[in-house]
């Protein structure tokens, strides 16, 4: 049977394969300590380069810890971990001093050292040189979509993954009218819709890579050393890499949920979906919230546990993280971006400076408040107006936060 999708394309179905159900196949869950290490620190990365690009895009004289603190949701920081303690493990980074508020009490503010600053200028840089390459992992996100629209709140959940900047809705997209476009959704929150389909972007990572095997796409697939595969479970997922691979660029509509070759369809969203991050890898709860844009059925994330071979799912950091297996030769990624080069960089200098703290080459750094009291205009993320802040008020806050 013929089916109508996307753009005017068609692809066929047999009936023969849409009444093949979904086979019960558990697949034991293996700890693999290489790709753990993979995950390991990834949090305090991001955590880390989105507080440098705040203060070094707010203010060139630093920002109070009150301001600073009030971004705690967006750094994805365990709740019982304060900004200003976090600051305050990397000196080599972010550089404390003190002002004095109206009341004479010593407030803690924050810069960036030359250090980090010359990394926010090279991070700028590589961002300006990729901006085609990081603006299209949008497109192609986009369009997977079924009405090529996301919600904002959603891509700001793995714009970190696809190498969006920071203030990707302020810095990036508003420079593309042409293709992106913010509309109201009726929930009440801001979408970010594509308003240009691209047929030499809607091809998946898998059919521009891979080569048909008797007529089959297959993808790659590799195992934790010491898994023991059952020839049951051998002889059923030679048969699930026969099934038909549907781009996840096509309408699907059609399939039925409860077939193998849905599930095929489900496998190869996501497999994409990670090969769009620059990481080959996201948190599980950032994909929570694609079911129905993406058109999957309930309980989609089942076919991480299902697919070992392909996904590893990692318990690190009080968080499953989901990795693409194919992407990595033991902890090194095969292919690098050279935003995950500077990324790395960043990361050997936030272990630095924690290890030099440690070692107290820092302890004498803050003696005091500077003199005399200050008042700073800095943009306020929230709102986007600028305002004149007086560190008089809201005292018992700021003290809090110190």
């Known amino acids: 049977m013929l089916r109508r999708v996307k753009q005017g394309c068609r692809v066929s179905i047999s009936n023969y394969h849409q009444k093949r159900t979904l086979v019960n196949v558990k697949l034991k869950w293996v700890k693999d300590s290489v790709l753990d290490s993979v995950v390991a620190g990834g949090r305090q990365l991001k955590a880390g380069t989105a507080l440098v690009s705040i203060i070094a895009s707010q203010s060139s004289s630093g920002l109070p810890i009150y301001h600073l603190q009030s971004k705690h949701g967006q750094l994805g920081l365990p709740h019982d971990l304060k900004v200003s303690t976090f600051l305050r493990r990397y000196p080599n980074i972010f550089q404390e001093f003190f002002c004095l508020d109206s009341a004479g009490t010593p407030v803690p503010w924050f810069k960036l050292t030359p250090e980090a600053l010359e990394f926010h200028h090279e991070q700028v840089n590589v961002l300006r040189q990729c901006s085609t390459d990081i603006v299209n992992r949008l497109r192609k996100l986009l369009m997977m979509t079924n009405e090529r629209m996301l919600p904002l709140q959603t891509i700001d959940q793995l714009k970190w993954d696809l190498g969006l900047p920071h203030d990707c809705a302020s810095s990036?997209?508003?420079?593309?009218?042409?293709?992106?476009?913010?509309?109201?959704?009726?929930d009440g929150r801001l979408g970010l819709k594509l308003l240009a389909w691209d047929r030499k972007l809607a091809v998946s990572h898998l059919e521009a890579n891979s080569t048909k095997e008797n007529g089959a796409l297959m993808f790659p697939i590799g195992f934790t050393r010491g898994f023991g595969l059952k020839r049951k479970c051998m002889k059923w997922l030679e048969e699930w890499q026969k099934m038909p691979y549907t781009s996840p660029y096509v309408d699907a509509s059609h399939l039925d949920p409860r077939t193998d070759?849905?599930?095929?369809?489900?496998?190869?969203?996501?497999h994409e979906l990670l090969h769009l991050t620059l990481q080959k890898k996201t948190e599980r709860s950032n994909v929570s919230n694609l079911r129905k844009p993406l058109e999957l059925p309930q309980k989609f994330t089942k076919v991480f546990e299902r697919h070992p071979g392909i996904f590893y799912i990692s318990m690190k950091g009080d968080t499953q993280?989901?990795?693409?297996?194919?992407?990595?030769?033991?902890?090194?990624?095969?292919?690098?971006?050279?935003?995950?080069?500077?990324?790395?960089?960043?990361?050997?200098?936030?272990?630095?400076g924690f290890l030099d703290r440690s070692r107290g080459l820092y302890r004498d750094t803050n003696q005091g408040p500077e003199e005399g009291s200050l008042k700073s205009s800095f943009l306020d993320e929230t709102c986007g107006t600028r305002f004149l802040s007086d560190i008089g008020s809201e005292s018992d806050m700021r003290l809090e936060a110190k």
């Open 172 to 186: 990036l997209i508003i420079k593309y009218p042409n293709l992106f476009n913010l509309v109201d959704l009726t």
């Open 261 to 270: 070759v849905s599930e095929k369809r489900i496998v190869g969203v996501f």
């Open 321 to 352: 993280t989901i990795v693409l297996r194919e992407a990595y030769d033991r902890n090194q990624l095969i292919e690098k971006h050279p935003l995950v080069h500077i990324r790395e960089k960043f990361a050997n200098m936030m272990k630095q």
